[in-house]
């Protein structure tokens, strides 16, 4: 069994212990970031059934992935990264999922893009939930108006997503994240990470990003 398989099966193991402890049925998917990784790594992960990858460059993600998907049409593409107006475009052709959409100007183009080849584009926006000046995100109290606008030029906005600040206990910004996306009363919430996924799922994340803790780190 490669190296990637066994270490998505035992983060697997290890979310479901951890819930079964806390008696939470929610058990998230795992998003495997597979950004700057060579395909020998990501096919045993294919082969093993896995589906949702995530990436943070567009032209890596088409470089990487358009003939995977072809082959295997099974497989979601999740963008994680930093969204550029001039990407969204070729992003729109390779993505499922895109994680990061935090102004009305980036959801516009999104939105004018999917009906061009008519695809739905299932969309989570990016909350700044640390009020950090040097992180991406819709500020809190910006987020109700790009909610609304969103779903006006019919964006499929499925929930809320977050990096919270680093060095800090994220438990509290997880459980702030989660009142926010019931508020809106969405289903799916995209947070936590390779170090702090298992709190993210105790406060109902329905998407864990986890790259590191599966392929090992990045040089």
Known sequence: MHNTVKNLLNIENNIKIYLDKLKINNKPKIV????????????????????????????????????????NSQVKLHMVGKLQTNKVKFAVQIFDYI??????????????????????????????IGDENQKSGVNKNELEKLVFYSKEIGLDIIGLMCIPPVNIDPESYFEEMNKLN???????LSMGMSSDFLLAAKHSSTFVRVGSSIFGQRF
């Open 182 to 188: 019931k508020t809106f009363g969405f289903m799916d």
């Open 32 to 71: 495997a970031i597979s950004k700057t990784f060579k395909i020998d790594k990501i096919l045993p992960l294919i082969e093993h059934g896995h589906i949702d990858f995530g990436e943070n460059k567009v032209q890596e993600a088409v470089e990487k992935w358009s003939e995977i998907k072809k082959k």
């Open 99 to 128: 994680h990061s959409v935090d102004n009305i100007k980036i959801a516009k183009k999104i939105s004018d893009e999917q009906n061009k080849i008519n695809k739905k584009i299932k969309v989570f926006l990016q909350v700044n």
